[in-house]
């Protein structure tokens, strides 16, 4: 008979008292009970570029040194996983692992009585990821109770959203290196002028935010405000006024500002002319063809375009830049990926829960297990170069095996990589550990507003905030209409997110 999603197999997983964070801890996993029922069954998206025959062997060795049989259902878009994750969840199919798409996707798992609570299981079977995982990253999945309810993932701060520039357009035009907002502008505008693809037509965009506004309010906004971000149905960035109490970017006192800039880089053509619909695809397109001066992006998206580009412009390069705060000087920002979040998540109906963090705490024992999940067998598809730094040589540069433990920190890096990409993507996250993160005061507390108006004015309140933004951005609003759209949005909803969420960061600090 079909179980429902509130069944959390509650013998197991009832909070027996506090986690013991970093409380022992060795290089073996633990031993779960009993003869294991099925194969843990792992429902992600993942660029797994590798044959079946690789697949197969590195499963099966994975298999042999942790004593977990398993297999892995990856998706390779997103999107789809989306879709696919919603009928696998709703017709209960043989999926015991899930992907927790960050705080708020993983508080209304819980709430929706999807995914299963992990204290017990992660005291008995997890004792290398409560020692690896850092006690704070431990928050980002820790509701206010005490309650745990994914694997967290460590993030190191050499990724993020970047601005990513012409280099040899810079040069030609004389330039220094650029790290404020007015010399990033003026490079701007003398690319709007120059025509450097030659073909005479006025069809370069001098600045693409690869999606639609979203890249533009990361990397030009923390310029302008010292902030990140807008109010999204699946996240909302914030920022600690100087009474303590955490409020929503968009009601920074300098967020018209950057809007008024982006009127007018919008109503000068310095930004794409359809920005507000704009997604990533066409921007590598756009990349390919020669027409961009300056992408905001995660570091690595446009790459596809950049690699197509060099092909017919052999000399055509991008580098990395963080802008310093236009009002203070400094320091150069990047908004850095979420250094904690949560990851993996094992549904409340898997009767193989022990099991799963059996074999993700296999995984986090040592730096061998954990590269011998992502990148294959040691001896076999790869070698140390380097074992403090993390660097490998591989036999097959583009094999990627699996993701079920993600531990950025010992990520293995390939030494003396000669693909395109790897050594684009190399130089990158050396460039990343020149500049500064930016890191929200709140990242790493799980917020919990299930059973508050919060939950029903969301999605209306997103709405609001993000097509006041686009309109007063293309022109339909006036830019003095923001007071009136965020008099609005607190009404409906910043007002009890401003009380709820500072009383929950208080009970985190």
Known sequence: MKRTFLFLMGALLLISGGLAFGAGGTESASTAEGEQPKPVVFFDYFPQVATQEQIERINAYVEEQSGVKFT?????????YSAQFA?????EEDVDVVRARGIPAMIDLKSRGVIMQLNEVLDKYGPNLLKQIPKQVWQSVTVQDGGIWAIPVTITMNTGVAISMRKDWREALGMAPIDTLDKLEEFLYKVRDADFDGNGVDDTIPMLGYYNFDGLELTIQVAVTGTTGAHKERRQPTYLSDDGKIIPTVLHPKFIDYLALMRKWQADRIIHPDQVAFSGSGGNDLIAANKVGA????????????????KTVPEADYEIIGLKNRDTGGPALFPANDPGRPQKAIVSYSPVAEWAVKLMDWAIASKENYITQVHGVQGVDWEWIDRDANEISKTDETL???SFTPYWPWNGVLAGATGWRPVHY???NRRFLELTPYVHPDWYVAYDFSGTNLERTNVDAATLINEGIANIIIGNRPLEDWSEITAEYRKIYADEFI???????????
């Open 499 to 509: 009380r709820i969420a500072t009383e929950q960061y208080a009970a985190y600090k």
């Open 87 to 91: 009928v696998a969840i709703a017709s």
């Open 295 to 310: 992408i905001s992006s995660w570091y690595s998206d446009f790459f596809t375009g950049w690699e197509a580009l060099v």
């Open 426 to 428: 190399r130089a990158a």
């Open 72 to 80: 892995t259902r990856y998706v390779s878009n997103p999107d789809d």
């Open 400 to 402: 990627f095996a699996n």
